[in-house]
């Protein structure tokens, strides 16, 4: 069973950039022929849980219409990290923001990840 960390949050201006970590432990991720995929997910107050980016062993990625063109998800697996390069934050943007792992093959539903990471605060000032 995989575990996942997330880190890299802060507080930032409008236009500014961040990039998210997110660590994998107990098996190596994005192995050849694998299902697992590595998504990012973000939650602000009040609101729903909702998909941001995902990105699987191949190095497909998918996002978010809000992010595409924005963000990018990437992946290092010699330090069994994935990333989330964000660009341009909008005050919008502002949510706790999760990384999950799940052997789906590529999915944006929250129900389709497994294992999910603490959290880590993402606020961008208007």
């Known amino acids: 069973q995989v575990q996942v960390a997330e880190s890299g949050g802060g507080l930032v201006q409008a236009g500014a950039s961040l990039r998210l970590s997110c660590a994998a432990s107990?098996?190596?991720?994005?192995?050849?022929?694998?299902?697992?995929?590595m998504g990012w997910f973000r939650q602000a107050p009040g609101k729903e849980r909702e998909f941001v980016a995902a990105?699987?062993?191949?190095?497909?990625?998918i996002y978010a219409g809000s992010v595409k063109g924005r963000f990018t998800s990437s992946r290092d697996g010699a330090k069994n990290t994935v990333y989330l390069q964000m660009n341009r934050l909008k005050p919008e943007d502002t949510a706790v923001y999760y990384c999950?792992?799940?052997?789906?093959?590529?999915?944006?539903?929250?129900?389709?990840?497994?294992?999910w990471g603490q959290g880590t605060q993402v606020t961008v000032s208007s």
């Open positions: 990105i699987i062993w191949s190095g497909g990625t």
């Open positions: 999950a792992a799940g052997r789906n093959g590529g999915s944006t539903r929250p129900y389709d990840y497994t294992s």
């Open positions: 107990g098996r190596t991720i994005f192995g050849y022929d694998d299902t697992y995929a």
